[in-house]
């Protein structure tokens, strides 16, 4: 059984740089999900996807950050000129959408630790 | 503005009791609340899911109760264990034009030996 897989598990960068990261959902889902969480917070939704369109961004989402999921398979989370204030745990996860009411629940993959220097 | 309230403090039992967690919500009406364990450099775990018109729900020493009157849900950890130690979230969500989920901080149970 693979889960939701993020790569890297660590990312250290230095202010300004742009870094990028790569989320494989589970096979069959639908969905995909990002997520932001600092220590001693819950996840924060940032934005998802139904296959390969994205539906809803948040605002905690500025014009540096973007996501694709071309093909509706992997997508990638980039942030451009990345702050001190970018640094966080991503998270990704993935669910099946069948439509109406549904028993959605997520499967998180184990994030990806970025910290700006 | 929506808030989600779990206790910050960290909750600490003795093994063998029962560890009782509390979720709060305002201004939402969820169509569901699910229930998440993390532990420390991981992902949320998925444990239980409620709907708005169920009061209770059981999964092996596991119990939620959902009261959308009180806009608060209660997670029960029967004869709780070391193992049990973690972070647990809840979340809501379902809402049709608010489908993601939206989670609390957390609180993080301690289950000493």
């Known amino acids: 059984d693979t889960g939701v897989s993020q790569d890297p598990r660590h990312k250290i960068t230095k202010r300004g740089q742009n870094v990028t990261f790569r989320c494989d959902p589970i096979s069959e889902h639908n969905r995909l999900y990002w997520y932001r969480q600092t220590l001693g917070q819950g996840p924060e939704f940032l934005t998802y996807f139904q296959n390969e369109a994205q539906l809803e961004k948040s605002r905690l989402l500025s014009d540096r950050f973007s996501a694709e999921r071309p093909k509706g398979s992997f997508s990638t989370l980039e942030i451009q000129r990345t702050e001190q204030g970018d640094s966080a745990m991503y998270l990704c996860a993935s669910s099946i959408w069948t439509g109406g009411r549904t028993n959605e629940k997520l499967f998180f993959g184990s994030g990806t630790q970025l910290s700006v220097l | 503005s929506q808030k989600i309230e779990q206790n910050s403090e960290a909750l600490n039992i003795q093994e063998g009791k029962t560890a009782t967690l509390t979720c709060n919500y305002t201004?939402?009406?969820?169509?569901?609340l699910q229930w998440y364990r993390q532990d420390p450099g991981r992902g949320p775990v998925f444990l239980l899911l409620i709907r708005e018109n169920e009061k209770e729900k059981r999964k092996e020493r596991l119990k939620v109760t959902f009261d959308t009157t009180l806009k608060q849900s209660l997670f029960h950890i029967t004869a709780s264990q070391p193992a049990d130690s973690a972070t647990y979230l809840c979340a809501l969500g379902g809402r049709a034009g608010f489908q993601k989920l939206v989670f609390g901080t957390g609180t993080r149970l301690l289950v000493s030996p």
């Open positions: 201004n939402y009406s969820p169509a569901y």
